[in-house]
C-alpha cells in the first residue's frame, strides 16, 4: 500500500477532536446561514435585508463551503460523517442548494484502499476476497460512515458485501467521547440529562460496528415483513458474513436520488406510505424499529416498492413507554386535551412540570399530528421547516422538556422520516394507518441484541 492510498486510513484514526476544528468551522459557517434564510434571522433591529448581490455573494460562498465540507467528510468517515449525511437531507439544516453538493454523502463518499479492505476481510472469512468469492470488484459502489460496500458473486448469486473500515471502532469512540463532553455542555441550563443522551449515542452508534448483530436484526426485519408485497429486505449470506464483513443478495433498485427525480408522483406517494406504515406499525405493535432513517437506507422499485437497508441502529423500546404513547396519541387525534394532559407525563418529557407550558405544547402535538387528522395531507420541506420554530426556536418549553434516552433516536427516526416524506412531497392515508398503528395490540418482538 502507497503513503498516498494510506494517508485515509491514517487521518481517519486522529478523532474528532483532533481532526474536525475546520470541519466543525465549515459546518457552523453554513448552518448559520441556512437559519438565517429560513427563519428571517438576516433582517434584526431594524437592519434591512441583504441586497440581491450580496444575497449570491452568500450562496456562492455556502456552495464554496459544502463542496470543501463534502470533501473532507468523504475522507473523515465516522461520527462526523453521519452529522454531514443527516445535514444533507434535513430541511433547514443547509442552504438547498449546498444540501444537493452535500447530497452525494447519503450513499456514496471516497472508499478506502482496496488492500485495507482486503486484510479486513481475510481477517474475519479466512482467506482473500478472490478465494472467498468467485468474483469480487476492487472498486466500492458505495461508502459511508462505518464501512464500504462491494459488488461480488458468490454460488451464482449476485452479492452486497458491506467491509468495515479498519480501526472505525476506535475512531467512533474517540468521535463520542468529545459528543459526550459537547452533550452535557449544552444541557447545562435545561431538563436534559447530557450525560444520558451521550451514553444512549454511544450504545447504539457502536452497536453498528458489529455486523453480526446487524445481520441477526436484518434476518428478523426480513422474517416480519415478508407477508407485506410492498416492500422488501436482502437476504443475508451468512457463509460470507462475520464480525465486520455482513454480505446480502445485491438488489438493483434505485437510489433515493434517483427515484425522487424520475418516478411519477404516484409511486413517490406509493412508497413513502410503505415507509411509514412499517414504522408505525413496528413502533407501536413490535416496539421496535431501525432508528436511521436517511435516504441512503432505502432502495426502490419503478413502481413504488421499497427495499429496507442497513439494519446496525435498530432501537427497541419498552412496552410500557409505547404504551404511554399510544394515550397520547389517541388524546390528541380525539383532540382530547384534559386526556392528553393526563396522559403526556407517563412518556418522561416534562423536566420542570411547575414551569411548562402545557396550552403551547398542545399546540405543538395538534401541529406534528396535522398529516394524522387531515385527509390527503402532502408532506412538504416547509411544513417541516415550520416546525423548528414551534419545537425549538419559539418555544417557552424548550429549557422544561427533557429527553429520556429512548427519545433520543426515536425525534431522530420522526424528524428523519419527515424530512423523507417532504423530499417525495408525499400524500397518502396517513390517519387510516396512524389509527390502525395506535389502536393496535402491543406485541413486542425481542431485539436480538438482548
Not at 408485497?229 to 438488489?251: D, G, H, K, N, T
Not at 442497513?310 to 409505547?322: K, N, Q, Y
Given at each position: 500500500m502507497t503513503a498516498q492510498q494510506d494517508r485515509p486510513l491514517e487521518r481517519i484514526a486522529r478523532g474528532l477532536r483532533g481532526r474536525t476544528f475546520k470541519t466543525m468551522r465549515l459546518a457552523s459557517r453554513l448552518g448559520l446561514g441556512a437559519m438565517k434564510r429560513t427563519f428571517g434571522r438576516a433582517k434584526t433591529d431594524g437592519a434591512e435585508q441583504p441586497t440581491n448581490g450580496a444575497q449570491t455573494a452568500a450562496l456562492a460562498r455556502a456552495l464554496a463551503d459544502a463542496q470543501k465540507l463534502a470533501s473532507t467528510l468523504g475522507d473523515l468517515k465516522g461520527l462526523a460523517m453521519k452529522i454531514g449525511q443527516m445535514a444533507s437531507y434535513l430541511p433547514g439544516a443547509l442552504p438547498p442548494e449546498a444540501q444537493d453538493v452535500l447530497a452525494k454523502l447519503q450513499a456514496d463518499t471516497r472508499g478506502m484502499a482496496y488492500d485495507a479492505l482486503a486484510a479486513v476481510i481475510e481477517e474475519e472469512l479466512g482467506a482473500p476476497p478472490d478465494a472467498c468469492f468467485d468474483t469480487f470488484a476492487r472498486e466500492p459502489f458505495a461508502a459511508a460512515s462505518?464501512?464500504?460496500?462491494?459488488?461480488?458473486?458468490?454460488?451464482?448469486?449476485?452479492?452486497?458485501?458491506?467491509?468495515?473500515?479498519?480501526?472505525?471502532?476506535?475512531?467512533?469512540?474517540?468521535?463520542?467521547?468529545?459528543?459526550?463532553?459537547?452533550?452535557?455542555?449544552?444541557?447545562?441550563?435545561?431538563?436534559?440529562?447530557?450525560k444520558a443522551m451521550a451514553n444512549e449515542m454511544r450504545e447504539r452508534m457502536l452497536e453498528e460496528c458489529d455486523y453480526a448483530l446487524e445481520a441477526r436484526r436484518q434476518r428478523l426485519f426480513a422474517e416480519l415483513l415478508a407477508d407485506?408485497?410492498?416492500?422488501?429486505?436482502?437476504?443475508?449470506?451468512?457463509?460470507?458474513?462475520?464480525?465486520?464483513?455482513?454480505?446480502?443478495?445485491?438488489?438493483?433498485a434505485q437510489s433515493f436520488a434517483r427515484f425522487r427525480r424520475e418516478a411519477s408522483q404516484?409511486?413517490?406517494?406509493?412508497?413513502?406510505?410503505?415507509?411509514?406504515?412499517?414504522?408505525?406499525?413496528?413502533?407501536?405493535?413490535?416496539?421496535?424499529?431501525?432508528?436511521?432513517?436517511?435516504?441512503?437506507?432505502?432502495?426502490?422499485?419503478?413502481?413504488?416498492?421499497?427495499?429496507?437497508?442497513?439494519?446496525?441502529?435498530?432501537?427497541?423500546?419498552?412496552?410500557?413507554?409505547?404504551?404511554?404513547?399510544?394515550?397520547?396519541a389517541l388524546a390528541v387525534l380525539d383532540d382530547d386535551q384534559s386526556a392528553f394532559r393526563a396522559a403526556f407525563p407517563a412518556l418522561g418529557l416534562?423536566?420542570?412540570?411547575?414551569?411548562?407550558?402545557?396550552?403551547?405544547?398542545?399546540?405543538?402535538?395538534?401541529?406534528?399530528?396535522?398529516?394524522?387528522?387531515?385527509?390527503?395531507?402532502?408532506?412538504?420541506?416547509?411544513?417541516?421547516?415550520?416546525?423548528?420554530?414551534?419545537?425549538?426556536?419559539?418555544?417557552?418549553?424548550?429549557r422544561y422538556m427533557t429527553c429520556p434516552p429512548p427519545w433520543v433516536f426515536l425525534n431522530r427516526l420522526q424528524w428523519g422520516l419527515n424530512a423523507i416524506l417532504g423530499q417525495l412531497d408525499a400524500a397518502g392515508d396517513w390517519p387510516r394507518y396512524w389509527r390502525e398503528a395506535v389502536e393496535s395490540p402491543t406485541r413486542p418482538i425481542d431485539d436480538v441484541a438482548r
Open positions: 462505518i464501512g464500504q460496500v462491494h459488488r461480488a458473486r458468490f454460488e451464482g448469486s449476485d452479492l452486497a458485501v458491506k467491509v468495515q473500515y479498519p480501526g472505525v471502532r476506535d475512531v467512533l469512540t474517540s468521535d463520542l467521547k468529545t459528543f459526550a463532553l459537547f452533550s452535557r455542555l449544552a444541557a447545562v441550563g435545561t431538563a436534559i440529562d447530557g407485506d408485497p410492498e416492500c422488501s429486505v436482502p437476504e443475508v449470506v451468512a457463509s460470507r458474513s462475520s464480525q465486520r464483513v455482513l454480505s446480502s443478495v445485491f438488489c438493483p404516484a409511486a413517490k406517494d406509493r412508497a413513502a406510505e410503505t415507509i411509514f406504515r412499517v414504522s408505525a406499525r413496528f413502533i407501536f405493535e413490535h416496539c421496535l424499529y431501525n432508528a436511521d432513517p436517511h435516504p441512503g437506507n432505502y432502495l426502490f422499485e419503478d413502481d413504488g416498492r421499497v427495499v429496507f437497508l442497513d439494519f446496525g441502529c435498530v432501537r427497541a423500546f419498552e412496552p410500557e413507554m409505547i404504551d404511554a404513547w399510544k394515550r397520547v416534562v423536566g420542570n412540570a411547575k414551569r411548562f407550558d402545557w396550552d403551547h405544547h398542545w399546540q405543538v402535538m395538534r401541529y406534528l399530528y396535522r398529516p394524522f387528522m387531515e385527509r390527503g395531507f402532502r408532506y412538504s420541506d416547509d411544513y417541516v421547516r415550520e416546525s423548528y420554530d414551534l419545537i425549538i426556536f419559539k418555544s417557552p418549553n424548550r
